[in-house]
């Protein structure tokens, strides 16, 4: 099993600049996570989806973040504008079910300058 | 919403000396509760979990108890070698939900 799989592992870009980041889950598993971790912040779940379907974004900072999961095997996180405030580690991470354990992929380091 | 605390941030151990990590949590309802351990550079690692219908379980050298009346729970690595240097989250959560995690402990085990 190759485990979570994230893209890009860096990403460097500019201030003003969208940042596409993505994600392919577990084959099988019917939850998909987003986080963000900063050594001020620790770990932040950004947004959540069972089969497919979000069912918690409260934790999306504000309306320059979207997520979307248009299968169950792909899910993409979109900053549109990026600020360098939004320079952090992402975390994809999938769960079989539920009441069991999260698999986290190796994260995208993102930089904004 | 549930409030996970965890103590200490920061752990240093001799190595083969026994290391805990302890979380309290404030919600009754939860009942899933995992450990990950995450190394410098990569994403967090399910080490080991425990169900609110068990007491404690353990794996090898690393175990965790668990008390629902208190609502706190512990991880403990017995035998301590340097590659069990990394950062520690406990995280609690409910059936189907979203975890919530700690902030994190930093252990390092001294040769």
């Known amino acids: 099993d190759a485990g979570v799989i994230q893209s890009p592992r860096h990403e460097v870009t500019e201030m003003g600049q969208e940042v596409t980041l993505r994600c392919k889950p577990i084959s099988g598993h019917n939850s998909l996570f987003w986080y963000r971790q900063t050594m001020m912040r620790g770990l932040e779940l950004l947004i959540y989806f069972n089969n497919n379907v979000p069912i918690d974004d409260s934790g999306m900072p504000e309306d320059r973040f979207s997520a979307k999961m248009p299968n169950a095997s792909f899910s993409t996180l979109k900053i549109q504008p990026s600020e360098p405030r939004d320079s952090a580690v992402y975390f994809c991470?999938?769960?079989?079910?539920?009441?069991?354990?999260?698999?986290f992929g190796p994260g995208t380091r993102l930089t904004v300058l | 919403g549930e409030n996970v605390e965890q103590h200490p941030s920061t752990l240093s151990v001799q190595e083969g000396d026994s290391a805990v990590i302890k979380c309290t949590y404030s919600?009754?309802?939860?009942?899933?509760f995992p450990w990950y351990k995450q190394e410098l550079g990569k994403g967090p690692q399910l080490i080991i979990d425990i169900r609110s219908n068990v007491g404690e379980k353990k794996d090898q050298r690393i175990a965790v108890t668990l008390n629902k009346t208190a609502k706190h729970f512990s991880l403990h690595i017995t035998e301590t070698q340097p590659e069990d240097s990394a950062v520690y989250f406990c995280?609690?959560?409910?059936?189907?939900?979203?975890?919530?995690f700690g902030t994190g402990t930093s252990l390092t085990v001294i040769p």
């Open positions: 995280a609690a959560s409910r059936a189907g939900n979203q975890f919530y």
């Open positions: 919600d009754s309802a939860s009942n899933y």
């Open positions: 991470a999938s769960r079989p079910g539920r009441d069991e354990g999260q698999f």
